[in-house]
């Protein structure tokens, strides 16, 4: 693997509109990301992703662009923007934008356009189709729920694809002119200061056609996304166009968000000449997801189910390229409330969970909030909910045969809402994220979880995330941290997550993730203990004794 310059950094994701609002509002903006740079600089962390900011109305919270070029007057304006990318630079961080360009908004010029014309140049810039209201092109469901075909405002003969939402309306990617819109707009940014882009979706650009029925897994007659995408082969070479177009020249850092890829094709999603630098593993995001639905789908994991994903990508990988690492994001619950069953979440586990995830071979994203432990809320009416995929998994829950509170119940856990609450900054009103109306309620826990309180006891679970950040760039440790191989350790050991990190130095990693205290046998002698979430962690010999839920990163020899 080849070295590049962002192998050593640690990476946040900011959800703009729940980070910190500067003018009351309710909104976070972009002048409110501005002023919590220097925290961002204390936690420590380089590379910083924000979801979308760029001009939308919102109907999926800004991944449904309707102007690439213009950020959303609710975020902040081009100068702050650019304001932004300049102090982050000056602080030697950069900031990725999320390139979402499987599908725009129906409020874009082109998507107009199209309507006015679906016969001329912009119709084939998305999927549209003759046909008659009530007989549908072909059996897919969107991701949101019901058909991906929707009536063409003002054409009640023809129809046009979205696999999210109905206003966001699909790119037609086989269009070269497509294409070379969407690489203009990359360049642009990038020659603005960026460091790089998150990529939305990106798996869903290249479709199977001609358009075809699929074998229907649901009583609504229509079939889930998956099996079409699998069949539709092709999409390295939009990608790899994409990659030398744009990101290459630019030594731009991409991080993909890909699902199912092949074993063969990580080399060419993440090898040195990789369409992108890296993707997310969603291994344990995936795991337990019913294909029908929210509802039916596992709602945390135990322990040993935690370890198998995470080994199962680590052995995949290997030395083919740096994955990304992550315990949440803004479409999936919190971490803490998802892979540490509800017995066992306390400050110890919190730490435990994000070292296990944060010292694997790959680049560490944290997502807002992450840092401070925070927990999915709570929901008690439909009503509250402001995702649109909460929404559809409610509705679908209820199709099934569900009462409504039993429906509530079996699907507030996967809520996208959860990780979308305000930061929590402080205890004060609203948490200090707004001095206005927030847009979407807090949780009520920021009383006792905030920002400002871990910031003044020293072994809060920001300082935890805070000596794991430090560690990755101590010059003694750095490389082994980066580049050193991630070996299983006693993997067969029930409640136990272990491994060894080998390169320079050899690092041993122990996770013991039950009450009970427990002895692991040592691979050799003990140099130091660097970091240790209970401290006083008893070594004597070649034998650790763990108490319940500690969590230790050793120099081995
Ligand atoms: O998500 C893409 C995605 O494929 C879904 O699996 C996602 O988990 C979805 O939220 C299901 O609940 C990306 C974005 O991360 C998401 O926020 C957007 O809604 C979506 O694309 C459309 O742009
Ligand atoms: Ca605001």
């Not at 991944?63 to 081009?78: C, L, N, Q, V, W």
């Not at 990617?173 to 360049?187: A, L, P």
């Amino acid at each position: 693997m080849k070295k590049q310059w962002w192998h050593d950094k640690t990476a946040y994701q900011i959800y703009p509109k729940s980070f910190f609002d500067s003018n009351g509002d309710g909104i976070g903006d972009l002048p409110g990301i501005l002023s919590k740079l220097d925290y961002l600089k204390e936690l420590g962390v380089d590379i910083l992703w924000l979801s979308p900011i760029y001009q939308s109305p919102l109907a999926d919270q800004g991944y449904d662009i309707s102007d690439y070029y213009a950020i959303d007057p609710r975020f902040g304006t081009m100068e702050d923007m650019e304001t932004l990318i300049a102090e982050a630079k000056k602080r030697d961080m950069y900031i990725l934008m999320d390139l979402v360009v499987n599908h725009c908004s129906d409020e874009h010029e082109w998507f107009q356009k199209a309507i006015q014309d679906p016969d001329g140049e912009y119709g084939n810039f998305f999927y549209i189709e003759d046909r008659k209201e009530g007989e549908l092109p072909c059996n897919w469901r969107s991701y949101f729920g019901g058909s991906v075909w929707e009536p063409l405002p003002g054409h009640p003969d023809k129809q046009y694809m979205h696999v999210f939402h109905k206003k966001q309306p699909d790119l037609n990617w086989e269009n070269e002119q497509v294409r070379q819109e969407v690489y203009k707009n990359i360049n642009w940014w990038l020659d603005k200061g960026l460091g790089g882009f998150r990529i939305d979706a990106i798996i869903n650009i290249k479709k199977k056609l001609p358009l075809r029925d699929y074998p229907s897994d649901r009583a609504d007659g229509l079939s889930s996304l998956g099996d079409m995408l699998a069949d539709a082969t092709g999409i390295g070479e939009f990608l790899g166009e994409m990659a030398r177009e744009t990101f290459h020249p630019h030594e731009a850092f991409t991080v993909g968000e890909v699902f199912n890829e092949k074993d063969e094709e990580i080399k060419d999603f993440i090898g040195d000449d990789g369409y992108f630098s890296s993707m997310f593993d969603f291994c344990e995001t995936s795991f337990g997801k019913s294909a029908k639905g929210a509802y039916a789908s596992q709602q945390h994991l135990t322990p040993e189910e935690y370890k198998a994903c995470i080994f199962k990508t680590q052995k995949r990988i290997g030395d083919i390229g740096m994955i990304s690492n992550i315990i949440e994001n803004h479409d999936e619950p919190r971490g803490v409330s998802h892979y540490i069953l509800p017995e066992d979440l306390c400050d110890a586990t919190k730490k435990l969970l994000g070292g296990v995830n944060f010292m694997l071979r790959g680049l560490p994203f944290l997502y807002q909030g992450q840092e401070i432990g925070m927990e999915n809320t709570t929901v008690s009416s439909i009503e509250e909910v402001d995702d649109i995929s909460m929404r559809n998994d409610y509705a679908v829950a209820l199709e099934a045969g569900l009462g409504e509170e039993e429906a509530l119940q079996a699907v507030v856990h996967f809520s996208r809402d959860n990780a979308r609450t305000p930061m929590q900054w402080n205890d004060g009103e609203n948490a200090g994220f707004t001095t206005g109306k927030p847009w979407l309620a807090l949780n009520p826990n920021y009383k006792e979880i905030n920002v400002e309180r871990q910031l003044q006891e020293p072994d809060s679970v920001f300082h935890f995330y805070q000596k794991l950040i430090a560690l990755r760039k101590n010059p003694e440790y750095k490389e082994t941290v980066v580049y050193g191989e991630c070996v299983p350790y006693l993997e067969e050991v029930e409640n136990l997550i272990a491994y060894l990190r080998k390169g320079e130095k050899t690092l041993l990693v122990l996770a013991n993730f039950q009450k009970e205290p427990r002895k692991v046998e040592l691979p050799g002698e003990v140099k130091e203990v660097l970091i240790d979430n209970l401290d006083g962690a008893v070594i004597e010999g070649k034998t650790a004794e763990l108490k319940g839920y500690q969590f230790v990163v050793l120099a081995v020899r």
